[in-house]
Protein backbone atom coordinates (compact mmCIF):
# COMPACT_ATOMS: atom_id res chain seq x y z
CA UNK A 1 0.00 0.00 0.00
CA UNK A 2 2.98 2.18 0.87
CA UNK A 3 4.30 2.60 -2.61
CA UNK A 4 0.39 3.49 -4.35
CA UNK A 5 0.17 6.47 -1.21
CA UNK A 6 3.57 7.95 -2.54
CA UNK A 7 2.21 7.88 -6.03
CA UNK A 8 -1.14 9.28 -5.05
CA UNK A 9 1.16 12.35 -3.25
CA UNK A 10 3.16 13.06 -6.05
CA UNK A 11 0.58 13.30 -8.89
CA UNK A 12 -1.18 15.73 -5.78
CA UNK A 13 2.09 17.60 -5.53
CA UNK A 14 2.17 17.85 -9.49
CA UNK A 15 -1.61 19.07 -9.96
CA UNK A 16 -1.40 21.86 -7.14
CA UNK A 17 2.09 22.94 -8.55
CA UNK A 18 0.62 23.11 -11.93
CA UNK A 19 -2.27 24.79 -10.85
CA UNK A 20 0.11 27.79 -9.06
CA UNK A 21 2.22 28.24 -12.01
CA UNK A 22 -1.12 29.25 -14.32
CA UNK A 23 -1.99 31.57 -11.56
CA UNK A 24 1.40 32.87 -12.14
CA UNK A 25 1.01 33.10 -15.83
CA UNK A 26 -2.67 34.54 -15.40
CA UNK A 27 -0.81 37.21 -12.63
CA UNK A 28 1.84 38.40 -15.03
CA UNK A 29 -1.14 38.71 -18.65
CA UNK A 30 -2.74 40.95 -15.59
CA UNK A 31 -0.11 42.83 -14.49
CA UNK A 32 0.69 43.82 -18.15
CA UNK A 33 -2.80 45.01 -18.71
CA UNK A 34 -2.77 47.34 -15.60
CA UNK A 35 1.04 48.73 -17.01
CA UNK A 36 -1.31 49.75 -20.57
CA UNK A 37 -3.92 51.38 -18.91
CA UNK A 38 -1.39 53.56 -16.22
CA UNK A 39 0.51 54.46 -19.70
CA UNK A 40 -2.93 56.47 -20.96
CA UNK A 41 -2.77 58.80 -17.88
CA UNK A 42 -0.87 62.49 -17.75
CA UNK A 43 2.79 62.19 -17.55
CA UNK A 44 3.46 65.50 -16.28
CA UNK A 45 1.12 68.23 -13.87
CA UNK A 46 1.34 71.28 -15.73
CA UNK A 47 4.44 73.66 -14.93
CA UNK A 48 4.48 77.29 -14.47
CA UNK A 49 6.93 79.45 -15.75
CA UNK A 50 7.31 83.09 -16.87
CA UNK A 51 7.15 83.91 -20.38
CA UNK A 52 5.61 87.23 -22.57
CA UNK A 53 1.37 88.11 -21.91
CA UNK A 54 -0.40 89.08 -24.87
CA UNK A 55 -3.35 91.82 -24.42
CA UNK A 56 -6.27 91.40 -26.78
CA UNK A 57 -9.58 93.71 -27.56
CA UNK A 58 -12.44 91.80 -27.78
CA UNK A 59 -16.13 91.85 -27.90
CA UNK A 60 -17.22 89.32 -25.32
CA UNK A 61 -20.91 87.81 -25.42
CA UNK A 62 -22.45 87.97 -21.82
CA UNK A 63 -25.42 85.66 -21.84
CA UNK A 64 -26.95 86.94 -18.68
CA UNK A 65 -30.30 84.70 -18.29
CA UNK A 66 -32.20 88.08 -17.13
CA UNK A 67 -31.41 90.20 -19.84
CA UNK A 68 -34.00 93.22 -20.92
CA UNK A 69 -36.29 92.39 -23.41
CA UNK A 70 -35.56 92.89 -27.45
CA UNK A 71 -35.56 96.50 -28.07
CA UNK A 72 -33.44 99.17 -30.71
CA UNK A 73 -32.73 102.61 -30.50
CA UNK A 74 -32.49 103.01 -26.36
CA UNK A 75 -30.25 105.31 -24.81
CA UNK A 76 -27.51 104.26 -21.72
CA UNK A 77 -25.41 106.11 -19.66
CA UNK A 78 -22.66 105.01 -16.63
CA UNK A 79 -24.40 105.94 -13.72
CA UNK A 80 -21.32 106.64 -11.54
CA UNK A 81 -23.28 107.06 -7.93
CA UNK A 82 -23.88 102.69 -8.41
CA UNK A 83 -21.44 102.07 -10.42
CA UNK A 84 -23.67 100.49 -12.80
CA UNK A 85 -25.00 101.44 -16.27
CA UNK A 86 -28.31 102.59 -16.64
CA UNK A 87 -30.81 101.69 -20.04
CA UNK A 88 -34.25 103.65 -20.74
CA UNK A 89 -36.76 103.22 -23.39
CA UNK A 90 -36.24 101.98 -26.83
CA UNK A 91 -38.33 100.78 -29.85
CA UNK A 92 -40.12 97.22 -30.27
CA UNK A 93 -42.61 95.89 -32.51
CA UNK A 94 -45.35 93.67 -31.40
CA UNK A 95 -47.63 91.11 -32.89
CA UNK A 96 -50.97 92.54 -31.77
CA UNK A 97 -54.54 90.87 -31.89
CA UNK A 98 -57.34 92.58 -33.61
CA UNK A 99 -60.58 92.32 -33.00
CA UNK A 100 -63.30 92.98 -35.53
CA UNK A 101 -66.89 90.82 -34.00
CA UNK A 102 -66.63 87.83 -34.17
CA UNK A 103 -63.21 87.52 -36.33
CA UNK A 104 -59.60 88.34 -35.33
CA UNK A 105 -56.52 88.96 -36.90
CA UNK A 106 -52.98 89.74 -36.34
CA UNK A 107 -50.80 93.16 -37.51
CA UNK A 108 -47.41 93.92 -36.21
CA UNK A 109 -47.02 97.08 -34.85
CA UNK A 110 -44.29 100.09 -33.94
CA UNK A 111 -43.91 100.36 -29.55
CA UNK A 112 -41.65 102.71 -27.64
CA UNK A 113 -41.01 101.27 -23.94
CA UNK A 114 -40.72 103.41 -20.73
CA UNK A 115 -38.54 100.56 -19.26
CA UNK A 116 -35.29 101.36 -17.37
CA UNK A 117 -33.04 98.63 -16.79
CA UNK A 118 -29.48 98.79 -14.95
CA UNK A 119 -26.40 96.44 -15.87
CA UNK A 120 -23.17 95.63 -13.77
CA UNK A 121 -21.25 93.43 -15.01
CA UNK A 122 -23.27 90.27 -15.93
CA UNK A 123 -26.53 91.21 -13.78
CA UNK A 124 -29.73 93.31 -15.33
CA UNK A 125 -32.01 94.72 -13.01
CA UNK A 126 -35.40 96.33 -13.75
CA UNK A 127 -36.52 99.38 -12.15
CA UNK A 128 -39.58 99.90 -10.98
CA UNK A 129 -40.19 104.23 -11.28
CA UNK A 130 -43.25 105.60 -10.29
CA UNK A 131 -42.91 108.34 -12.53
CA UNK A 132 -44.93 109.46 -15.46
CA UNK A 133 -42.03 109.29 -18.35
CA UNK A 134 -43.49 108.05 -21.64
CA UNK A 135 -41.56 105.39 -23.48
CA UNK A 136 -39.31 107.32 -26.34
CA UNK A 137 -36.87 106.20 -28.55
CA UNK A 138 -33.98 108.02 -29.85
CA UNK A 139 -33.35 110.14 -26.90
CA UNK A 140 -30.30 111.53 -25.76
CA UNK A 141 -28.35 110.63 -22.14
CA UNK A 142 -25.49 111.45 -20.53
CA UNK A 143 -24.14 111.31 -16.41
CA UNK A 144 -24.00 114.82 -15.39
CA UNK A 145 -21.04 114.74 -11.93
CA UNK A 146 -22.20 117.89 -10.64
CA UNK A 147 -25.93 117.13 -9.88
CA UNK A 148 -24.65 113.22 -9.57
CA UNK A 149 -27.56 112.13 -11.59
CA UNK A 150 -28.37 111.43 -15.39
CA UNK A 151 -29.88 114.00 -17.80
CA UNK A 152 -32.19 112.47 -20.84
CA UNK A 153 -33.41 114.81 -23.35
CA UNK A 154 -35.80 114.56 -26.40
CA UNK A 155 -36.94 111.83 -27.93
CA UNK A 156 -39.85 110.24 -30.22
CA UNK A 157 -42.68 108.40 -28.54
CA UNK A 158 -45.06 106.60 -31.00
CA UNK A 159 -48.56 106.92 -29.38
CA UNK A 160 -51.11 104.14 -28.87
CA UNK A 161 -52.65 105.38 -32.37
CA UNK A 162 -49.55 105.18 -33.94
CA UNK A 163 -48.27 108.85 -34.62
CA UNK A 164 -44.64 109.79 -33.61
CA UNK A 165 -44.25 112.78 -31.64
CA UNK A 166 -41.16 114.27 -30.96
CA UNK A 167 -40.61 115.97 -27.37
CA UNK A 168 -38.04 118.71 -25.97
CA UNK A 169 -38.71 117.80 -22.28
CA UNK A 170 -35.78 116.99 -20.51
CA UNK A 171 -35.77 114.61 -17.72
CA UNK A 172 -33.46 113.99 -14.42
CA UNK A 173 -32.43 110.44 -12.60
CA UNK A 174 -31.51 110.21 -9.50
CA UNK A 175 -31.58 106.47 -9.23
CA UNK A 176 -34.73 105.63 -7.84
CA UNK A 177 -37.14 107.63 -10.32
CA UNK A 178 -37.33 109.44 -13.44
CA UNK A 179 -38.38 113.55 -12.67
CA UNK A 180 -39.35 115.57 -15.54
CA UNK A 181 -36.91 118.90 -15.03
CA UNK A 182 -39.79 122.17 -15.11
CA UNK A 183 -39.47 125.76 -15.28
CA UNK A 184 -36.76 126.38 -18.17
CA UNK A 185 -36.64 129.60 -19.60
CA UNK A 186 -34.78 128.22 -22.47
CA UNK A 187 -34.77 124.28 -24.12
CA UNK A 188 -33.86 122.92 -27.79
CA UNK A 189 -36.87 122.45 -29.52
CA UNK A 190 -37.98 118.77 -29.69
CA UNK A 191 -35.94 116.74 -31.30
CA UNK A 192 -34.72 113.21 -31.74
CA UNK A 193 -31.45 111.57 -32.29
CA UNK A 194 -29.13 114.38 -31.59
CA UNK A 195 -25.82 113.84 -29.84
CA UNK A 196 -24.56 114.27 -26.61
CA UNK A 197 -21.23 114.69 -24.39
CA UNK A 198 -20.31 115.65 -20.94
CA UNK A 199 -16.78 117.54 -20.32
CA UNK A 200 -15.02 117.74 -17.22
CA UNK A 201 -13.57 121.12 -18.65
CA UNK A 202 -16.85 122.60 -19.23
CA UNK A 203 -18.57 121.38 -16.23
CA UNK A 204 -21.50 121.26 -18.98
CA UNK A 205 -23.14 118.00 -20.98
CA UNK A 206 -23.03 119.19 -25.04
CA UNK A 207 -25.82 118.90 -27.06
CA UNK A 208 -26.21 118.51 -30.75
CA UNK A 209 -28.26 118.22 -33.89
CA UNK A 210 -31.02 115.64 -34.43
CA UNK A 211 -34.16 115.36 -36.42
CA UNK A 212 -36.59 118.22 -35.78
CA UNK A 213 -40.27 118.57 -36.78
CA UNK A 214 -39.02 121.14 -38.89
CA UNK A 215 -35.90 119.18 -40.03
CA UNK A 216 -32.79 118.43 -39.13
CA UNK A 217 -30.30 120.60 -36.73
CA UNK A 218 -27.35 121.94 -36.56
CA UNK A 219 -27.67 123.61 -33.28
CA UNK A 220 -25.20 123.40 -30.07
CA UNK A 221 -26.81 123.63 -26.65
CA UNK A 222 -24.87 123.23 -23.23
CA UNK A 223 -26.52 122.04 -19.76
CA UNK A 224 -25.33 122.93 -16.68
CA UNK A 225 -27.19 123.76 -12.90
CA UNK A 226 -30.51 122.48 -14.48
CA UNK A 227 -30.70 125.08 -17.41
CA UNK A 228 -29.88 125.14 -21.07
CA UNK A 229 -27.95 127.80 -23.13
CA UNK A 230 -27.84 128.01 -26.88
CA UNK A 231 -24.15 128.08 -28.02
CA UNK A 232 -23.35 130.38 -30.31
CA UNK A 233 -21.01 128.50 -32.49
CA UNK A 234 -18.77 129.22 -35.15
CA UNK A 235 -17.28 126.39 -37.94
CA UNK A 236 -19.51 125.33 -40.87
CA UNK A 237 -20.94 121.71 -39.32
CA UNK A 238 -23.66 120.84 -41.20
CA UNK A 239 -27.27 120.02 -39.83
CA UNK A 240 -27.39 116.27 -39.15
CA UNK A 241 -29.07 113.18 -36.97
CA UNK A 242 -27.48 110.54 -35.96
CA UNK A 243 -24.10 111.68 -35.43
CA UNK A 244 -21.90 110.66 -31.91
CA UNK A 245 -20.06 112.34 -29.82
CA UNK A 246 -17.68 112.15 -26.87
CA UNK A 247 -15.24 114.55 -25.16
CA UNK A 248 -11.58 114.16 -25.35
CA UNK A 249 -9.32 114.07 -22.39
CA UNK A 250 -8.25 118.27 -23.34
CA UNK A 251 -12.22 118.78 -22.87
CA UNK A 252 -13.02 119.25 -26.18
CA UNK A 253 -15.73 117.30 -27.89
CA UNK A 254 -15.18 114.86 -30.93
CA UNK A 255 -18.19 114.10 -33.12
CA UNK A 256 -18.00 111.65 -36.21
CA UNK A 257 -20.62 111.45 -39.01
CA UNK A 258 -24.51 111.83 -39.18
CA UNK A 259 -27.58 111.93 -41.59
CA UNK A 260 -28.96 114.66 -43.63
CA UNK A 261 -29.97 112.68 -46.64
CA UNK A 262 -26.62 111.44 -47.22
CA UNK A 263 -24.45 109.55 -44.74
CA UNK A 264 -21.25 111.87 -43.13
CA UNK A 265 -17.65 110.32 -42.90
CA UNK A 266 -16.10 113.85 -41.32
CA UNK A 267 -14.82 114.09 -37.92
CA UNK A 268 -15.47 117.47 -36.29
CA UNK A 269 -14.06 119.06 -32.65
CA UNK A 270 -15.87 121.29 -30.65
CA UNK A 271 -13.52 123.98 -28.39
CA UNK A 272 -15.31 123.89 -25.53
CA UNK A 273 -13.71 127.24 -24.96
CA UNK A 274 -14.02 129.31 -28.23
CA UNK A 275 -17.27 127.17 -29.18
CA UNK A 276 -15.86 126.69 -32.67
CA UNK A 277 -16.78 123.52 -34.47
CA UNK A 278 -13.18 122.50 -36.54
CA UNK A 279 -13.51 119.88 -39.10
CA UNK A 280 -10.05 117.93 -38.93
CA UNK A 281 -10.12 116.22 -42.52
CA UNK A 282 -9.42 113.02 -42.00
CA UNK A 283 -8.48 111.01 -44.72
CA UNK A 284 -8.37 107.66 -42.99
CA UNK A 285 -11.77 107.20 -40.79
CA UNK A 286 -14.34 104.47 -40.58
CA UNK A 287 -16.42 105.85 -43.55
CA UNK A 288 -19.58 107.00 -44.26
CA UNK A 289 -21.48 106.61 -41.00
CA UNK A 290 -24.80 107.69 -39.15
CA UNK A 291 -26.21 106.50 -36.06
CA UNK A 292 -23.12 105.14 -34.83
CA UNK A 293 -21.41 105.34 -31.05
CA UNK A 294 -18.51 106.63 -29.79
CA UNK A 295 -17.65 105.97 -26.45
CA UNK A 296 -14.14 106.94 -24.18
CA UNK A 297 -12.15 103.61 -23.48
CA UNK A 298 -9.72 105.52 -21.49
CA UNK A 299 -8.35 102.27 -19.75
CA UNK A 300 -6.16 102.11 -22.91
CA UNK A 301 -6.39 106.07 -24.04
CA UNK A 302 -8.76 105.76 -27.09
CA UNK A 303 -12.17 106.36 -28.81
CA UNK A 304 -13.95 103.51 -29.52
CA UNK A 305 -16.70 104.23 -32.44
CA UNK A 306 -18.41 100.80 -32.86
CA UNK A 307 -20.86 99.79 -35.75
CA UNK A 308 -23.44 102.25 -37.63
CA UNK A 309 -25.17 102.08 -40.72
CA UNK A 310 -23.32 102.93 -43.82
CA UNK A 311 -24.24 104.82 -47.32
CA UNK A 312 -25.96 101.88 -48.72
CA UNK A 313 -28.20 102.10 -45.50
CA UNK A 314 -26.98 98.92 -43.93
CA UNK A 315 -25.95 98.01 -40.63
CA UNK A 316 -22.24 97.49 -39.74
CA UNK A 317 -20.09 96.35 -37.06
CA UNK A 318 -16.65 97.30 -37.50
CA UNK A 319 -14.67 98.49 -34.41
CA UNK A 320 -12.52 101.76 -34.88
CA UNK A 321 -10.16 103.21 -32.24
CA UNK A 322 -9.40 107.24 -32.13
CA UNK A 323 -6.29 108.33 -30.46
CA UNK A 324 -5.95 112.00 -28.71
CA UNK A 325 -2.47 111.79 -29.10
CA UNK A 326 -2.38 111.47 -32.89
CA UNK A 327 -5.75 112.74 -33.43
CA UNK A 328 -5.69 109.54 -36.05
CA UNK A 329 -8.56 106.73 -36.43
CA UNK A 330 -7.33 103.08 -36.64
CA UNK A 331 -9.68 100.14 -38.19
CA UNK A 332 -9.00 97.46 -34.95
CA UNK A 333 -9.93 94.33 -36.97
CA UNK A 334 -11.51 92.17 -34.27
CA UNK A 335 -14.52 89.64 -34.07
CA UNK A 336 -17.60 91.85 -33.42
CA UNK A 337 -21.65 90.95 -32.63
CA UNK A 338 -23.35 90.79 -35.51
CA UNK A 339 -24.36 94.01 -37.72
CA UNK A 340 -27.61 95.27 -35.96
CA UNK A 341 -29.56 98.77 -36.00
CA UNK A 342 -30.35 101.07 -32.98
CA UNK A 343 -27.79 99.33 -30.54
CA UNK A 344 -27.00 101.18 -27.45
CA UNK A 345 -23.62 101.58 -25.86
CA UNK A 346 -21.89 102.33 -22.81
CA UNK A 347 -18.70 102.84 -20.69
CA UNK A 348 -18.97 100.81 -17.42
CA UNK A 349 -15.87 101.87 -15.31
CA UNK A 350 -16.09 99.69 -12.12
CA UNK A 351 -14.38 96.96 -14.59
CA UNK A 352 -12.99 98.96 -17.72
CA UNK A 353 -15.50 98.04 -20.09
CA UNK A 354 -17.60 98.82 -23.00
CA UNK A 355 -21.43 97.88 -22.90
CA UNK A 356 -23.84 97.33 -26.02
CA UNK A 357 -26.86 96.45 -25.64
CA UNK A 358 -29.97 95.38 -28.53
CA UNK A 359 -30.06 96.12 -32.00
CA UNK A 360 -32.75 95.38 -34.58
CA UNK A 361 -31.93 93.96 -38.36
CA UNK A 362 -34.82 94.91 -39.53
CA UNK A 363 -38.48 96.23 -38.95
CA UNK A 364 -40.34 92.97 -38.73
CA UNK A 365 -41.53 91.17 -35.56
CA UNK A 366 -38.59 88.50 -34.21
CA UNK A 367 -35.42 91.19 -35.91
CA UNK A 368 -35.09 92.78 -32.47
CA UNK A 369 -32.38 91.27 -30.17
CA UNK A 370 -31.47 91.24 -26.28
CA UNK A 371 -27.83 90.40 -26.33
CA UNK A 372 -25.33 92.17 -24.33
CA UNK A 373 -21.85 92.36 -24.95
CA UNK A 374 -18.34 93.85 -23.47
CA UNK A 375 -15.83 95.25 -25.35
CA UNK A 376 -12.69 94.50 -23.27
CA UNK A 377 -9.13 94.45 -22.87
CA UNK A 378 -7.86 90.67 -21.87
CA UNK A 379 -5.05 89.46 -20.45
CA UNK A 380 -4.15 86.25 -22.75
CA UNK A 381 -1.27 83.48 -21.82
CA UNK A 382 0.44 80.92 -23.64
CA UNK A 383 0.07 77.18 -23.22
CA UNK A 384 2.22 74.40 -24.93
CA UNK A 385 1.17 70.93 -24.86
CA UNK A 386 5.20 69.29 -25.76
CA UNK A 387 4.80 65.32 -27.28
CA UNK A 388 6.78 62.76 -26.35
CA UNK A 389 6.61 58.78 -28.20
CA UNK A 390 5.76 59.02 -31.52
CA UNK A 391 7.65 58.69 -34.80
CA UNK A 392 9.01 61.65 -36.36
CA UNK A 393 6.46 64.02 -38.64
CA UNK A 394 3.63 62.08 -37.37
CA UNK A 395 0.41 64.30 -37.33
CA UNK A 396 -1.24 64.97 -33.98
CA UNK A 397 -2.74 67.86 -31.85
CA UNK A 398 -5.20 69.22 -29.21
CA UNK A 399 -8.30 70.31 -28.99
CA UNK A 400 -8.66 72.84 -26.41
CA UNK A 401 -11.83 74.00 -25.26
CA UNK A 402 -13.76 74.51 -28.63
CA UNK A 403 -9.97 75.01 -30.80
CA UNK A 404 -8.28 72.44 -32.43
CA UNK A 405 -4.71 72.23 -33.05
CA UNK A 406 -2.68 69.91 -35.56
CA UNK A 407 0.94 69.73 -36.52
CA UNK A 408 3.64 67.29 -36.94
CA UNK A 409 6.18 68.86 -34.87
CA UNK A 410 6.51 68.37 -31.00
CA UNK A 411 4.48 70.79 -29.88
CA UNK A 412 1.45 72.57 -30.01
CA UNK A 413 0.48 75.84 -28.18
CA UNK A 414 -2.76 77.70 -27.64
CA UNK A 415 -3.32 81.29 -26.11
CA UNK A 416 -6.06 81.65 -23.34
CA UNK A 417 -7.88 83.61 -20.93
CA UNK A 418 -7.16 83.25 -17.20
CA UNK A 419 -8.98 80.05 -16.35
CA UNK A 420 -9.62 75.95 -16.25
CA UNK A 421 -9.79 74.18 -19.74
CA UNK A 422 -10.68 70.60 -20.68
CA UNK A 423 -8.65 69.08 -23.38
CA UNK A 424 -8.27 66.11 -25.59
CA UNK A 425 -4.67 64.83 -27.41
CA UNK A 426 -5.79 63.38 -31.23
CA UNK A 427 -3.31 60.75 -31.43
CA UNK A 428 -2.35 59.21 -35.08
CA UNK A 429 -3.55 55.87 -35.95
CA UNK A 430 -1.78 53.16 -33.43
CA UNK A 431 -1.70 55.27 -30.33
CA UNK A 432 -3.49 55.97 -27.51
CA UNK A 433 -5.54 59.52 -26.97
CA UNK A 434 -5.69 61.19 -23.39
CA UNK A 435 -7.71 63.71 -22.04
CA UNK A 436 -7.41 66.08 -18.81
CA UNK A 437 -7.63 69.74 -17.58
CA UNK A 438 -5.24 72.63 -17.37
CA UNK A 439 -5.81 75.72 -15.59
CA UNK A 440 -4.51 79.15 -16.59
CA UNK A 441 -3.47 81.69 -13.93
CA UNK A 442 -1.59 84.72 -15.01
CA UNK A 443 1.56 83.41 -16.96
CA UNK A 444 3.18 80.85 -19.75
CA UNK A 445 2.63 76.91 -18.79
CA UNK A 446 3.65 74.05 -20.28
CA UNK A 447 2.31 70.38 -20.13
CA UNK A 448 3.30 67.16 -21.03
CA UNK A 449 1.97 64.61 -23.12
CA UNK A 450 3.53 60.85 -23.52
CA UNK A 451 1.59 58.87 -26.38
CA UNK A 452 1.70 54.94 -25.61
CA UNK A 453 1.81 52.58 -28.68
CA UNK A 454 -1.52 50.42 -28.65
CA UNK A 455 -0.11 46.73 -28.29
CA UNK A 456 -1.27 43.82 -31.33
CA UNK A 457 -4.27 42.17 -30.98
CA UNK A 458 -2.09 39.13 -29.83
CA UNK A 459 -1.28 40.94 -26.54
CA UNK A 460 -4.96 42.15 -25.98
CA UNK A 461 -5.25 37.86 -25.86
CA UNK A 462 -2.62 36.44 -24.18
CA UNK A 463 -4.89 36.82 -20.98
CA UNK A 464 -7.77 35.08 -22.38
CA UNK A 465 -5.42 32.39 -24.08
CA UNK A 466 -4.02 31.79 -20.68
CA UNK A 467 -7.32 31.49 -18.63
CA UNK A 468 -8.67 29.20 -20.93
CA UNK A 469 -5.39 26.86 -20.69
CA UNK A 470 -5.91 27.40 -16.63
CA UNK A 471 -9.43 26.19 -16.72
CA UNK A 472 -8.56 23.08 -19.18
CA UNK A 473 -5.51 22.27 -16.83
CA UNK A 474 -7.11 22.48 -14.05
CA UNK A 475 -10.08 20.69 -15.10
CA UNK A 476 -7.62 17.90 -16.16
CA UNK A 477 -6.24 17.79 -12.95
CA UNK A 478 -9.40 17.10 -11.33
CA UNK A 479 -9.93 14.17 -13.04
CA UNK A 480 -6.53 12.94 -12.52
CA UNK A 481 -6.44 13.36 -8.95
CA UNK A 482 -9.86 11.82 -8.47
CA UNK A 483 -8.94 8.62 -10.02
CA UNK A 484 -6.02 8.40 -7.56
CA UNK A 485 -7.46 8.70 -4.84
CA UNK A 486 -9.84 6.10 -5.71
Same mark, same amino acid.
Given at each position: ??????SK +??M?????????L???V??F??????SLN???S??V????V??????????????????P?????S??A???P??E?V?????T????????????S??L???TV????????Q??T????????P???G?T??F???GE??????G???????K?? @????????????????????K?? /???????????? =??? /?I???G????? +??S????????????????T?????????????????N?? @????????? /? =???W??????N !??S????????? !???F? !??????Y? &??LLL?G?????????N???????????WK??????????????????? /???????F?????? !??????N???Q?Q???? &?????? %???L?A????G??LG?NT?????N %?????????????????????T???????M?????????SF????????????????I???????L?? #?V??K #???
Amino acid at each position: MAPRLKSK +GIMKFSVIAISLLMIVVFAFTFSGSTSLNKGNSLAVTPNVVQNGTVYKFQWVNDTSSSAPPSVSNSTMAYFTPDKEVVMFGGLTVANETVAKGNATSHKLVNKTVNNTWMYNTQTWTKLTTSSSIPGLQGSTMSFYPRGEDIVLFGGQNITSSGKMV @LTNQTWIFTGFAWTPLKGLVKAP /SARAFGASAYSD =NAS /SIFLFGGLTNS +GFSNSTWAFKDNSWTKLATTGAIPAMEGSTMQALPDGNIL @LYGGYNGSY /S =NSTWMLNVTTN !HWSNLNLKHNPG !HLGFS !HLKDFSYN &NFLLLYGGVNSKGAPTNNSWKFSPTTMSWKNMNIGSPSPQFGQSLSILN /SNNTIVLFGGTSGN !HYGAFSNYTYQFQNNTF &NWVEFQ %ESGLPANATWGVTLGSNTVKTTSN %EVEFLIMAGTYDYKTIAPSGYTSQSGNITMYASFITQSISFSKIPSFFYYTYGLIAGIIIIIVTYLGS #IVYKK #IIK
